[in-house]
Structure formats: structure tokens, C-alpha cells
């Protein structure tokens, strides 16, 4: 039996797309079935409690948030991550070769008769303010990633992190109107139950100008916005808090309860061939058919 698999710790927070065993492929059923129907998408739904500005209990606010599948959540995931850290890259980085350094046209001693190894340039990559073999050069670093995948790795991303480590809060930015101060949003941080020294991400529809030079300079915690909302920030968050308008704004915009042109785009329907009959179908509005030789899926 071979030994149990060590515990891998992670960068970001442990959420639980990034702990779920991989499972393996499977592949499209050749038997008698007329039609395989399968949900591209599911529902996370939590409930979170509801605190006021003094950290007492009042409520209870509920998350309703598409997900990916258990068995594609961490691929899709990991692919918004990666494209949205490759597209702020700005691919600037430029190093000169030996022919683009200046000088370097004269040989510097003769080819024979000197007991040294020949040259040809003084801009050689061997010496010091020589060119740079293989170095960077500008380039596009960008990739593309399709609308809706990238919504789906940031539904899925907050609705595992939120299951376990959200929460809610009320409304507090009149409760600087006097000025910033950052000794009390710490003291609400602790009535929260949230550590200061630990990170966290804040959420609220509008940044008022006191709170904003409140948390300013706490170094733990990101304060953003529905315009700033981002997939890293999310992950690596080890608590997430929102208000009761993002908290709606989030339900709306990545809820399950979205158009049913939507759902519609976002299910999956594959007809497999019976008794040599070839039957079509759609995968994601894409035509597909059976093939004649070995009853796999083909577009047309």
C-alpha cells in the first residue's frame, strides 16, 4: 500500500476548490442513451451572519453564487488567475544583444602572436558591457479568456472562500463622519472577530474618504470596490467581509438566478448515435455530430 500523500500548504487561503481530489475523466458513453444532459454550473448557497458596528448579531444575509463543477472548479479557477496576472504584465523588459551595444567595431589586438585567445569585439557577451545572450526583449504577454469563464472563476473563488470564512457586516461609514481614525476601525476589526494581523478584503459598493484614510495603513487588509473586485485579492484573503449592498450587488451579478438565456448558453446537450443512426446535437451552441467510425463527438 503505497504511503499517504504529504499535506500541501498553500499561498493563498485554503479554500475548498483547492482541496478537492481530482477525478478522473470521463468519457463520452457509447451505450443506448438518446440524450446526455449535463449542467455546466452549479449553486453554492451559505448563509452569513449579519453584524452591526458594535459587533453584536442582528441577522442573517444569504449567498446564492454560481459555482463550477467540483471535478473543473480548480482548473477554472486557476486559468483566471493566470490570465489575470499574465495581462498586467507590460512586457517592457528589453536587453541589447553584442550587435546592438555600442562600439565594439575595432578589434582590440592582433588575431596571431599576442599568446591570447583571438577577439573580435570588446561588446563580446564574455566581457563586462558586452551584449546579453538570449535576454528579454518587449513582447504581448496577454492571453484571452472568454467572458462568462472568467465570471465563473470569480463566482466560484468567493462562494468556496465565503462557505467558511465571510461574514457581514452594516453600513459604518457614518461612523467616521467625525474624521480617519485608525486605532477605531482596528477596534471594529477585533469586535468582528477579525485579526488585524491577518489578511482580509473588504467589499463595499462606495469607499467613503474617511473610512478609505482609516485602513489605509493597515497593511493586511484591501479595501475595494465592485470596480476593483479581482480574483487574487479573493484568494489570497484568509476573511472576506462585506455590506449588506455588495453583499446584494454580488447575488445580482453572480447569482444563480440569472437570465435564462444564460442558463440556456451554459448547458450542455450531446446526443450519442444509436443503432448506427447518427443523432445531432448542440454543445454550447456548437453543432456537433457522431462519427460514422468510432461514435465520438465531432463538430460539423
Known amino acids: 500500500m503505497p504511503p499517504p500523500l504529504p499535506t500541501i500548504s498553500l499561498s493563498f487561503s485554503s479554500s475548498s476548490i ?8 470521463r468519457r463520452l458513453s457509447t451505450s443506448p442513451s438518446t440524450l ?13 451572519p449579519v453584524l452591526s458596528f458594535s459587533g453584536e448579531r442582528v441577522g442573517e444575509a444569504f449567498f446564492d453564487l454560481k459555482a463550477a463543477p467540483l471535478d473543473t ?4 479557477v486557476h486559468r483566471g488567475l493566470i490570465t489575470d496576472q499574465q495581462n498586467a504584465r507590460r512586457g517592457t523588459a528589453s536587453t541589447l544583444t553584442r550587435g546592438e551595444v555600442r562600439g ?11 599568446g591570447r585567445a583571438r577577439r ?4 563580446t ?3 563586462p558591457g558586452g551584449g546579453v545572450v538570449f535576454g528579454p526583449k518587449p513582447r504581448d504577454w496577454s492571453i484571452k479568456i472568454n467572458r462568462k469563464e472568467k465570471r465563473l472563476a470569480l463566482s466560484t473563488a468567493i462562494a468556496s472562500a465565503a462557505a467558511a470564512d465571510a461574514l457581514v457586516v452594516e453600513d ?4 467616521f463622519r467625525g474624521g480617519p481614525k485608525t486605532r477605531d476601525f482596528v477596534a471594529a476589526m477585533r469586535r468582528w472577530g477579525l485579526d488585524p494581523k491577518k489578511k482580509s478584503m473588504f467589499l463595499m459598493m462606495e469607499v467613503p474618504d474617511n473610512v ?3 485602513c489605509r495603513n493597515i497593511g493586511t487588509l484591501k479595501m475595494l470596490t465592485p470596480r476593483t473586485l479581482n480574483l487574487f485579492d479573493v484568494l489570497n484573503s484568509e476573511k472576506l467581509v462585506f455590506t449588506k449592498d455588495s453583499l446584494d450587488y454580488l447575488n445580482a451579478m453572480y447569482g444563480d438566478r440569472g437570465s435564462s438565456e444564460e442558463d440556456d448558453d451554459e448547458e450542455e446537450q450531446v446526443f450519442v448515435a444509436v443503432g448506427g443512426v447518427q443523432t445531432f446535437g448542440t454543445l454550447n451552441r456548437v453543432p456537433y455530430r457522431a462519427c460514422g467510425r468510432c461514435n465520438r463527438m465531432v463538430p460539423v
Open 18 to 25: 483547492f482541496l478537492q481530489p481530482l477525478q478522473p475523466r
Open 36 to 48: 446526455v444532459k449535463k449542467s455546466a454550473v452549479r449553486s453554492e448557497l451559505a448563509t452569513l
Open 73 to 76: 472548479a480548480r482548473a477554472v
Open 104 to 114: 565594439g567595431g575595432k578589434k582590440p589586438y592582433p588575431q596571431k602572436k599576442t
Open 120 to 123: 573580435g569585439s570588446q561588446r
Open 125 to 127: 557577451p564574455l566581457r
Open 172 to 175: 459604518f461609514g457614518d461612523q
Open 212 to 214: 478609505r484614510l482609516s
